[in-house]
């Protein structure tokens, strides 16, 4: 059974940068699509950015094209999650997931495992 913990959340002034990681144990980590997803309070938990068993094809939610990365070194285990430019409206919970099916995907349905997530707060 792969599990999944994250790191690198903190708070961070509006404009600053913060890189997270996922570090998967057990399963195939190679084979999985990963996604990040994040949840503010009081807010339902939504998709950020997926990236394909591959790496070759990323996917990121409108709120952060251009400003969040996401890339992954199956070596590593790792997942990562580059957030630059920040806006406070970026504060939330961010979880990393696995998906078995292997695309990294929007669709919140494809992912099976979760990280306890990592506290994001950025002040204005």
């Known amino acids: 059974q792969v599990q999944l913990v994250e790191s690198g959340g903190g708070l961070v002034q509006a404009g600053g940068s913060l890189g997270l990681s996922c570090a998967a144990s057990g399963g195939t980590f190679s084979s999985y699509g990963m996604g990040w997803f994040r949840q503010a309070p009081g807010k339902e938990r939504v998709f950020v950015a997926g990236?394909?068993?591959?790496?070759?094809?990323?996917y990121y939610a409108d709120s952060v094209k251009g400003r969040f990365t996401i890339s992954r070194e199956n070596a590593k285990k790792t997942v990562y999650l580059q957030n630059d430019k920040l806006k406070p409206e970026d504060t939330a919970v961010y979880y990393c997931a696995t998906d078995p099916t292997g695309r990294g995907k929007v669709e919140a349905y494809l992912y099976n495992v979760w990280g306890q997530g990592t506290q994001v707060t950025v002040s204005s």
């Open positions: 990236i394909k068993w591959s790496g070759r094809s990323t």
